[in-house]
């Protein structure tokens, strides 16, 4: 294991890859011997040493620096739209550089680093000092996951009610009713109806009333009003608390008719925490008593990841409590904390010599040409993808630390995609797999691949944000994956694989998507409908902007052919990331 390996990532899937290996002696008997599972091909020869690619690098070596160079040019205190956004900018740490914080999702997060880190360190001493206070290490398993829960339902109680002030009775009082509905109805098809009707109306009336007021039941509760704590719009945090809710009642209602627990299943089958999978642990139910208040409280309010995930099922949270997860080690700990450290840093230069946000959140383009334009969008979305990578990597850093697995939410980075469809696997990947999970498969999964997509995207909109723009997001992502299910369906590799121009011709549909998902992301998370508008017209609106759309297919097609051969690389080693 090393710094960038997968196993430092996400070591689930390095372990089926090894397993893979383990079984059919990959290293002695070549790739083709190789097990393949559904949506697994036969990896091709390597190209990384053919004329082809040759030519591939030298495009990257010339480009790349440009797309850099550009918008470094158009952040300069020299270029004439220069004096229309730099109110936005703040003084920076960098000796001579101001620093891009426009971006106010991020800002928050950035400005509270300190105390972020300070909050981990002070959570995971007193963790420490509470396993060692009352010998959790020599405590039976139940007596022990017992202890280990009253510590974060403790500690729970304490951080909402510093972040949210007496706003903290409004997110127990909804907690409670959630947990009513799933006790009252159980296994009966009710509990799933309600689950979902109580919670879809909650984040609706959230939105509508603001998160509500003490002073609108009574006017006494002024009052409690004037304390909102550290974070006052905790409603806005309820939307992710809002999926852990229904993950705890559809589990409890699953548990009625899916078979034995996971603890009758390894008693039976004699074996360990080694041996199971993350699949087994989401999957199998727990022990019935398991699905109690205190354990509610403690899954549903897990302080390291309330505020962003990643997202973990209840059983799995319950599985990994009784039974720690053996994936979990001081050395990948390390390394993924390197790993975060990076990305940070990362962040900082960006902000700090390329002024995209603010430039875009100005409207301060007139004059760009339609190269320029691009590359305001391009590293827009480029600080989009680190400023929701970044966050949920410090918790997940932080549940690690706190012996809790969850799932790396950023697989590959946004300019390693050139899928629709497969993007959404290595984005936010634990709310993928909750939305598979608990809406994808039970509206009857790859039956009705269309109206499920439309389903999926219309709530991961209104999840989101109530707004206009993040519904055209959601209809215009799911329009954008029509034209790759075709495709695929007409242009199957099992019937075309063979004809020595496929692989082209998929580098061609691979930029037509790439297109298509800038544009949607740039609605949704950047500039809007009217942003986008005003953008295609500066780039389309010219000869000069046609020839450049052809260039930039000629790049987008070299960028493509190397994204296929670092899959077909990965596939040599007996790793199928399926996306």
């Given at each position: ?8 990532l ?7 890859a ?11 008997i070549?790739?083709?011997?190789q097990p ?32 850099f160079?550009?918008?470094?040019d158009?952040?300069k ?25 426009s ?23 007193l963790r ?8 959790l ?19 729970a ?19 409670g ?9 159980k ?6 109806v309600l ?6 109306i ?9 998160g ?14 004037a ?9 806005v945090?309820?939307?992710i ?6 993950s ?10 899916k ?6 299943r ?5 074996a ?18 398991d ?11 897990y302080?390291?990841l309330?505020l ?6 209840f059983?799995?949270?319950m ?11 001081p ?11 990076i ?13 995209v ?25 480029k ?11 410090f ?10 697995e ?20 290595a ?19 790859s039956r009705?691949?269309?109206v499920?997509?439309l ?12 707004s206009?723009?993040?519904?055209a997001?959601?209809?215009?992502a799911?329009?954008?994956?029509l034209?790759?299910l075709?495709?695929s ?22 930029v037509f ?22 953008m ?7 000869y000069y902007?046609?020839?450049?759309v052809?260039i930039t ?20 080693r ?6």
């Amino acid at each position: 294991m090393h710094l960038f390996s997968i196993e430092a990532l996400e070591p689930e899937i390095a372990n089926k890859a090894k397993a893979k290996k383990d079984a059919i002696g990959l290293s002695t008997i070549g790739v083709d011997a190789q097990p393949r599972g559904k949506g697994e091909t036969t990896p091709s020869p390597s190209r990384w040493k053919t004329p082809e690619f040759y030519l591939y690098y030298a495009a990257h070596a010339v480009v790349v620096p440009m797309m850099f160079k550009c918008a470094y040019d158009l952040s300069k205190d020299t270029h004439p739209n220069y004096p229309q956004y730099e109110n936005l900018l703040e003084p920076g740490w960098i000796p001579g550089l101001k620093v891009d914080n426009s971006d106010v999702q991020y800002s928050d997060f950035r400005d509270r680093i300190p105390i972020l880190f300070s909050v981990l360190v002070g959570y995971t001493a007193l963790r420490r000092l509470y396993d060692r206070t009352y010998n959790l290490s020599t405590l039976s398993q139940s007596i022990r996951a017992q202890r280990r829960v009253l510590f974060d339902v403790g500690f729970a109680l304490l951080f909402i009610t510093a972040l949210h002030g007496f706003s903290a009775v409004k997110i127990l009082l909804l907690l409670g009713i959630n947990y009513g509905i799933a006790k009252a109805f159980k296994g009966n098809m009710s509990n799933p109806v309600l689950t979902w009707a109580f919670n879809i109306i909650v984040l609706f009336l959230n939105e509508r009333y603001g998160g509500y007021r003490f002073q609108d039941v009574h006017e006494s509760g002024a009052l409690l009003d004037a304390y909102p704590g550290l974070l006052s719009r905790w409603q806005v945090h309820f939307n992710i608390t809002a999926l852990r809710l229904i993950s705890f009642n559809m589990d409890y209602y699953w548990s009625f008719s899916k078979g034995p627990s996971l603890a009758a299943r390894l008693k039976k089958d004699k074996a360990n925490a080694d041996t199971l999978t993350e699949r087994e642990r989401i999957e199998a139910p727990c022990e019935r008593g398991d699905y109690g208040w205190l354990n509610y409280l403690g899954y549903t309010l897990y302080v390291p990841l309330y505020l962003a995930g990643p997202i973990i099922t209840f059983n799995n949270y319950m599985s990994q409590i009784h039974l720690p997860s053996p994936t979990i080690s001081p050395r990948r700990t390390l390394l993924y904390a390197i790993r975060l450290l990076i990305s940070i840093l990362t962040m900082e230069f960006l902000l700090h010599n390329l002024y995209v946000v603010a430039i875009a959140k100005s409207h301060a383009w007139s004059g760009l040409t339609p190269f320029q334009l691009s590359m305001v969008s391009y590293w827009n979305l480029k600080i989009v993808w680190l400023k929701l990578l970044i966050p949920w990597r410090f918790f997940r850093l932080w549940a690690m630390w706190d012996g809790i697995e969850t799932s790396e939410n950023v697989l590959r980075c946004m300019s390693n995609v050139y899928s629709a469809k497969t993007f959404w696997r290595a984005w936010h990947r634990s709310f993928n797999r909750w939305i598979v999970r608990y809406i994808y498969v039970p509206l009857g999964g790859s039956r009705l691949p269309i109206v499920n997509t439309l389903a999926v995207f219309t709530f991961v909109a209104l999840w989101h944000d109530i707004s206009l723009r993040l519904l055209a997001w959601g209809w215009l992502a799911t329009l954008f994956i029509l034209p790759e299910l075709i495709a695929s369906a007409i242009l199957s590799p099992k019937k075309w694989g063979s004809w020595p121009w496929y692989r082209h011709l998929c580098a061609l549909g691979g930029v037509f998507n790439m297109f298509m998902m800038v544009c949607a992301n740039l609605v949704g998370f950047v500039i809007g409908l009217d942003g986008l508008k005003e953008m295609l017209v500066g780039i389309l609106g010219s000869y000069y902007g046609l020839a450049f759309v052809v260039i930039t297919v000629a790049c987008l097609f070299c960028a493509v052919q190397i994204m296929f051969e670092t899959r077909e690389d990965e596939q040599r080693r007996g790793i199928f990331l399926r996306c």
